[in-house]
């Protein structure tokens, strides 16, 4: 299981490059997934959910890790307002997948 420092680390690097080197999510895929032999960890789509986590949150903390990488997908769905309101709800309550969609559903974010 590759934990979200990991994670946070590549999209760091995939944002630093993007200026330098053209494609670079895709050969970040590429090679990630031939070097790990699952390509569903690094699929391009995941690949993008692994950048997104850097934008969203460019420092990293080890509050991080409490969370799992299902949940941080439903959240960097979200806008960035949404996505901080759900994150420290989630670590508060200690929250699961099924938990932080089910208050997305609920729209808790717009009845504050």
Known sequence: MININYYW???KFIFD???KCLNITIKCSEFLSYYYGNSS???LKNMK???KIYL???IYDYHM???DWNCYKVLLNLNKCEC???YYIVLFCNSNLFE???MINNQIYFRI
């Open 9 to 11: 680390k590549i999209g």
């Open 41 to 43: 960890l690094f699929s």
């Open 84 to 86: 901080y309101f759900y």
């Open 65 to 67: 890790e409490y969370i």
């Open 49 to 51: 959910y692994i950048k």
């Open 17 to 19: 490059k993007n200026n």
């Open 100 to 102: 932080l969609t089910d």
């Open 56 to 58: 969203y949150f460019p």
